[in-house]
């Protein structure tokens, strides 16, 4: 399935097993994000969502480059949230919340350049892996623009506040060793081997107890967000009570310790749609 973008570019779900790989296509333009794509997210992360036979999300970009950032033609238009008036986040803010907000794993797999608002993108997924080819900056001081404040708090999580400061005012390009110095990504792989090792890698994420991997995706995302607010002791109490009532109903520790003691591959089978999620207590599902 393909969400397509009136000027050309597009956002494309294809799927291969119960991997499914979501592409920033933006064809001669390395990529880059038009207001459109950055709103395609939102629809391509609820599709992902409610299929259950998908089991792990790679996000990656069309040919040799993950994006080189929002269209800086149409900014105006991409970071203008329509409530306030404000140009903080808008259609990028849109997007980046509905990857954060997929429940199933997700893995930025960056080559080429990764630039301005594509980091944004790469940090919402769950886990980054590099090509030894890329290259990542963070630019809005080199055309005079204030990056969205979530993407500037997901930094700071990411990387710290000296490491944040450094790479947003100075929009330095770093590569790819130096951004898993920097705490950017997880691992590097050589380019010559990499989209077979982030394969590798996402089908062995696909192979493991799902209800394990999205509790525990949604506890480090509660222990992230700790400080946000006085009840953030009683979100993660919430969130472990949430799964341990499911993991003692769901199966899957039955089958992972029964393997375990047999001495076999354990075979899951849990992979639970949005109605198994944890609610806020806004109502809206926990990421």
Known sequence: MTETTASGGSV??????????????????????TEAMWRALEPAC???ADDASVRAVVVRGAGTDFSAGADISDLRAILRDEDSGHHDGGAVAAGEAALVGLHKPTIAAVEGYCL?????????????LASSDATF???????GIVYPTAGIERLVR???????????FSGDFVDAERARVLGLVQ??????????????????????????IQAMKDIVDTIGAAGAGDDSGAELRDASDHWQHLMAT????????????AKRTPEFT?????DTQRRTNTGEPAS
């Open 46 to 48: 609820a599709r992902l």
């Open 250 to 261: 769901a199966g899957d520790a039955e089958a992972g310790v029964g393997a375990f003691l």
């Open 270 to 274: 849990w992979n639970g749609g949005r």
């Open 187 to 212: 691992a590097v792989h050589p380019a010559e081997t990499f989209w077979d090792d982030v394969d590798t890698f996402v089908q062995r994420l696909a192979a493991r107890s799902q209800l394990s």
């Open 158 to 168: 990411i990387a710290g506040p000296a490491t944040a400061k450094y790479l947003l």
């Open 116 to 128: 301005g608002g594509a980091w944004q993108i790469a940090a919402a997924c769950d886990i980054r």
């Open 12 to 33: 494309e779900v294809s799927q291969s097993g119960s991997i499914a790989t979501l592409t920033l296509s933006n064809p001669g333009r390395r990529n880059t994000m």
């Open 137 to 143: 900056g963070i630019t809005p001081a080199k055309i």
